[in-house]
T-cell receptor, first 116, second 117 residues
Framework: NAGVMQNPRHLVRRRGQEARLRCSPM?????VYWYRQLPEEGLKFMVY????????ESGMPKERFSAEFPKEGPSILRIQQVVRGDSAAYFC??????????????FGPGTRLTVT | AQKITQTQPGMFVQEKEAVTLDCTYD???????LFWYKQPSSGEMIFLIY??????QNATEGRYSLNFQKARKSANLVISASQLGDSAMYFC??????????????FGTGTRLLVSP
C-alpha cells in the first residue's frame, strides 16, 4: 500500500521561473492538504483540496501560488515567477476524512524547492 | 497568538533514558486533536501519536506516550528508553477548525532531540 507520493523530491529554479510540485495521495484518500516549511520553522497550512474542489485556501499567498486536484491525476501546487523567499520544503498530506475524526493526515516525503 | 508552543529548541538525552518534550496549546474549540510528528534529518514527517480532546486515557504507542493535561492545556510527549535513532526534530500539532468548517493542522516550531551513546 503505497504512501503519499511527492515529486520531485528536490527542485531547483532560478528566480522568475515556474515551479510545479506534484502530490499523489494514498490509495482511497480523496482529501489533500499542502503545507510549507520554511527553514528552521514548523509546517504552515496552505490549502485543502478535494477532487476538483478547493475547500480552503486561507494559507495560500494571494499572488503567484495556485493549487488544483483534478478528477484524474495528482494534486499540483504551482508557484509562478518564483522568488528566493519561496525556498522551502513543501509537504503534501492526505486523509480519508476531511472534517475530523481520529484520522491523522499522512504526509508525503516533501519537495525541497531551492530558488537561486 | 501562538496556538502551539514548544519552548525547548533543543534537548539532549542519553541512550536508554526517558525524555519529555513539552507542548502547550491554545484553543477555544471544545473538540480538538493533538498530534506529535517526528522529522528525521532525511526530512519526512512521521506520525507518532494522537490524543483526542475527549479521550479519557493518555495515548500510548510503543515507547511513545502523551502526557495530556487538559486543564493546563499541555500535551507533552514522553519517549521511554531513548535510542540513537530517536535523534530528530519533533513537532507538536493541533487539529484546528477552519472557517469553512473543515480542519487543518497547526504546528509548533519544533524541538530538536539529540540522543547520545
Amino acid at each position: 500500500n503505497a504512501g503519499v507520493m511527492q515529486n520531485p523530491r528536490h527542485l531547483v529554479r532560478r528566480r522568475g521561473q515556474e515551479a510545479r510540485l506534484r502530490c499523489s495521495p494514498m490509495k482511497g484518500h480523496s482529501h489533500v492538504y499542502w503545507y510549507r516549511q520554511l527553514p528552521e520553522e514548523g509546517l504552515k497550512f496552505m490549502v485543502y483540496l478535494q477532487k476538483e474542489n478547493i475547500i480552503d485556501e486561507s494559507g495560500m499567498p494571494k499572488e503567484r501560488f495556485s493549487a488544483e486536484f483534478p478528477k484524474e491525476g495528482p494534486s499540483i501546487l504551482r508557484i509562478q515567477q518564483v522568488v528566493r523567499g519561496d525556498s522551502a520544503a513543501y509537504f503534501c498530506a492526505s486523509s480519508p476524512l476531511g472534517t475530523g475524526g481520529t484520522y491523522e493526515q499522512y504526509f508525503g516525503p516533501g519537495t525541497r524547492l531551492t530558488v537561486t | 497568538a501562538q496556538k502551539i508552543t514548544q519552548t525547548q529548541p533543543g534537548m539532549f538525552v542519553q541512550e536508554k533514558e526517558a525524555v519529555t518534550l513539552d507542548c502547550t496549546y491554545d484553543t477555544s474549540d471544545p473538540s480538538y486533536g493533538l498530534f506529535w510528528y517526528k522529522q528525521p534529518s532525511s526530512g519526512e514527517m512521521i506520525f507518532l501519536i494522537y490524543q483526542g480532546s475527549y479521550d479519557q486515557q493518555n495515548a500510548t504507542e510503543g515507547r511513545y506516550s502523551l502526557n495530556f493535561q487538559k486543564a493546563r492545556k499541555s500535551a507533552n510527549l514522553v519517549i521511554s528508553a531513548s535510542q540513537l535513532g530517536d535523534s530528530a526534530m519533533y513537532f507538536c500539532a493541533m487539529r484546528e477548525r477552519m472557517n469553512t468548517g473543515f480542519q487543518k493542522l497547526v504546528f509548533g516550531t519544533g524541538t530538536r532531540l539529540l540522543v547520545s551513546p
